[in-house]
């Protein structure tokens, strides 16, 4: 049996120990974190993020050693500095609380910031690396800016002094109208707003819309930290500026500063009065270059009147007395008519005279003719006496011979022969130019009595000879296909 004054004991010792409830306890938990902590910063990798329909956002923080946990009140999603990703390391600000229905501790953030330049840049760098790829850096892509835009976008914070600067800089040098969509330049949602307006600007008509479509756009910011300028080097910002259809001008930051969107800009300007006279040319400078090339351009055409007037002088000193030419050649002109009237009838008068000449020169026909008729006479009575004296000689041997013959075989050798002889006449006669003549055609030859057998190798004037069946015609050709007699 339990000794009655050991009980006694214990419930005396346990009555001693205060006694909470579980509320208690959880609100002390709370309260000493709270009072002991405050506005703290912790430095961590966010992991586990879930944002909620509700807007709140709920993450942990990690390193090499544990784990926390941490809520994004909506109320606070605003005022964040930058949108937080899993896998970033950032430096989150706030303060530590406990829920007490799970009995946990957590952080709840206010603020987060990159931990560190170190990071930021790894950060910018793999996005730079992975968007070259892709080739939205190509120079190829670049494009050249107006000489003289009509209106000006501008993309930048309405506030600050960037477009103060970029409006008195294009007022001084060349006033052009300026399209402002503002926009904030920093912090949460701030490259979201900037990317909108970048894409808002190509998506205005480009002609007849209520609003006019720039010809240029600048985004542009002043100078900052690199977390300032994080929001131009956000992926969206720098695909909308690399998606513009209108040439783009990045001003950001100071001359030293460089964003992702320098490399997608088709221009980079260091700073944003830079980049205003990019835009616009100096109107003084454009008077001035006009003034000397029309100065230039003056001098060069009076130049060249004084060289064509030099040059045509110089032509009418050398050019001839046109009115004595021409006198001249009136006159030469008059001479060969006389000369031509005068020499037709002379050389009519010397060819029939020539004529004459030959005409005289010529034998009687009749003469002729009788003298070839007397020629002939005698010629064919010695013919006639040596055939009679040939026939006589041949019928002397016949009488010889032809006793000795048989008659039959005579007669038959005869016949054959003749035969043949009227066979060789008949062929003699088929091939004779006679007898082609007797069918109706003619020999041409020319005057050298070579056979003329083409129309074409006859020129006008040419005297032919044209040979029928009973005698030869002499001609001359006028024309191609045409003789006359």
């Known amino acids: 049996m339990d000794d009655p004054a050991n009980s006694a004991a214990t419930g005396g010792a346990a009555s001693n120990i205060p006694e909470y409830t579980v509320t208690e306890i959880s609100g002390a938990v709370k309260r000493t974190l709270e009072g002991a902590f405050g506005r703290i910063r912790v430095r961590g990798e966010i992991t586990e993020l879930k944002r909620y329909a509700s807007g709140h956002t709920y993450l942990c ?74 080739g939205l850096f190509d120079p190829a892509r670049k494009r050249p800016l107006p000489l003289l835009p009509s209106v000006i976008g501008v993309v930048t914070s309405a506030q600050g002094a960037v477009l103060h600067d970029i409006r008195t800089t294009v007022a001084r040098r060349f006033p052009r109208p300026i399209l402002l969509w503002p926009v904030p330049v920093q912090g949460e949602g701030a490259a979201e707003r900037i990317a909108a307006a970048i894409t808002g600007f190509g998506a205005l008509p480009v002609s007849g819309g209520p609003v006019t479509r720039p010809d240029v756009l600048i985004v542009a910011r002043g100078g900052g930290s690199l977390e300032d300028l994080m929001a131009f080097n956000d992926e969206a910002v720098v695909r909308a500026a690399a998606a513009s259809p209108i040439p783009l001008i990045s001003a950001v930051g100071h001359e030293t500063d460089t964003t992702l969107i320098d490399f997608a800009a088709d221009r980079r300007a260091p700073t944003p009065t830079a ?6 040319p100096s109107r003084v400078e454009l008077i001035a270059d006009l003034a000397q090339k029309s100065a230039r351009l003056t001098g060069a055409l009076l130049r060249m009147t004084q060289e064509r007037k030099m040059r045509l002088a110089a032509a009418v000193a050398r050019l001839p007395d046109l009115p004595a030419l021409a006198g001249a050649a009136r006159q030469r002109l008059d001479d060969r008519a006389l000369r031509l009237s005068l020499a037709l009838p002379n050389l009519l008068a010397a060819r029939r005279a020539a004529l004459t ?63 043949r002889l009227e066979g060789l006449a008949a062929q003699l006669e088929a091939v004779s130019p006679k007898a082609v003549l007797a069918r109706g055609y003619a020999l041409v030859r020319d005057a050298k009595g070579h056979p003329v057998t083409l129309a074409a190798s006859v020129k006008p004037g040419t005297r032919l000879s044209v040979t029928f069946a009973d005698g030869d015609v002499q001609v001359t050709a006028e024309a191609q296909g045409r003789l006359a007699l």
């Open 61 to 134: 923080l990690k390193d090499e050693g544990g784990k926390l946990r941490a809520i994004i009140w909506k109320s606070s999603a605003s005022r964040l500095g930058l949108a937080p990703e899993n896998g970033v390391e950032v430096v989150a600000t706030g303060r530590v609380s406990a829920y007490g229905d799970r009995s946990e501790y957590q952080l709840i953030i206010e603020r987060l910031e990159y931990a560190g330049a170190g990071a930021l840049l790894a950060r910018i760098e793999a996005l730079r690396l992975r968007l070259t790829a892709e």
């Open 275 to 280: 980049a205003a006279e990019m835009a616009v």
């Open 357 to 419: 000449r030959a005409e005289r020169g010529l034998p009687d026909p009749r003469a002729l003719i009788a003298a070839r008729r007397a020629t002939l006479d005698l010629r064919a009575a010695a013919l006639t006496a040596s055939l009679r004296h040939t026939l006589a000689r041949r019928q002397e041997t016949a009488s010889r011979v032809l006793p000795r013959l048989s008659d039959v075989p005579l007669r038959a050798l005869l016949r054959e022969k003749r035969a």
